[in-house]
T-cell receptor, first 113, second 110 residues
Framework: GAGVSQSPSNKVTEKGKDVELRCDPI?????LYWYRQSLGQGLEFLIY????????KSGLPSDRFSAERTGGSVSTLTIQRTQQEDSAVYLC???????????FGSGTRLTVV | GQSLEQPSEVTAVEGAIVQINCTYQ??????LSWYQQHDGGAPTFLSY????GLEETGRFSSFLSRSDSYGYLLLQELQMKDSASYFC???????????FGTGTRLQVTL
């Protein structure tokens, strides 16, 4: 597609429920990244994909967080047993070359109540 | 690990010039990038410096000194629409993610 598409744009969930966040990167971009941003804060790295493999998943905060990428394209970030501290904007970005010229999606605003 | 420091807030008058500094401490360095983020929006790529010196793109310029682990973003002829947060980010490996600073909130006033 023309840009990075994320869905849903907003998600309100009850504490303890599982959520799935989707990212559709720019066609041909082999590198894909997930970050999260709490209100007024910087961007916290979660995981990086090169193709379908994840050479760096060092930012995932706990084993409740997982992500996969299929077909070198769409990625899904799953948060199990959500907690209130998981509330944030989850941003996905893709790039042609790793670490350069990211294009970000508009993000998913997750609210855990 | 990686750490980046930038001022939390900067205020400047419309039409003026403002410089946003970024210092970094990293294990490995492959380039410094700058991103702009308006409130409620996604970060957008502004510039990249892989080598020392100045890169100019319209009203925006970015500078890097690798020996000083320092860079800055220079915004000229400020406009109200430049009010946003600006993030520096470093790449520390040939195939690695970016690590972002905490951001500088720029407010442009009349």
């Amino acid at each position: 597609g023309a840009g990075v598409s994320q869905s849903p744009s907003n998600k309100v969930t009850e504490k303890g429920k599982d959520v799935e966040l989707r990212c559709d990167p720019i066609s041909g971009h082999t590198a894909l990244y997930w970050y999260r941003q709490s209100l007024g804060q910087g961007l916290e790295f979660l995981i990086y994909f090169q193709g379908n493999s994840a050479p760096d998943k060092s930012g995932l905060p706990s084993d409740r967080f997982s992500a996969e990428r299929t077909g070198g394209s769409v990625s899904t970030l799953t948060i199990q047993r959500t907690q209130q501290e998981d509330s944030a904007v989850y941003l996905c970005a893709s790039s042609l070359r790793a670490g350069y010229g990211y294009t970000f999606g508009s993000g998913t605003r997750l609210t855990v109540v | 690990g990686q750490s980046l420091e930038q001022p939390s807030e900067v205020t400047a008058v419309e039409g003026a010039i403002v410089q946003i500094n970024c210092t970094y401490q990293t294990s490995g360095f492959y380039g410094l990038s700058w991103y702009q983020q308006h409130d409620g929006g996604a970060p957008t790529f502004l510039s990249y410096n892989g080598l020392d010196g100045l890169e100019e793109t319209g009203r925006f310029s970015s500078f890097l000194s690798r020996s000083d682990s320092y860079g800055y973003l220079l915004l000229q002829e400020l406009q109200m629409k430049d009010s946003a947060s600006y993030f520096c980010a470093v790449r520390t490996g040939t195939a690695s993610k970016l690590t972002f600073g905490t951001g500088t909130r720029l407010q442009v006033t009349l």
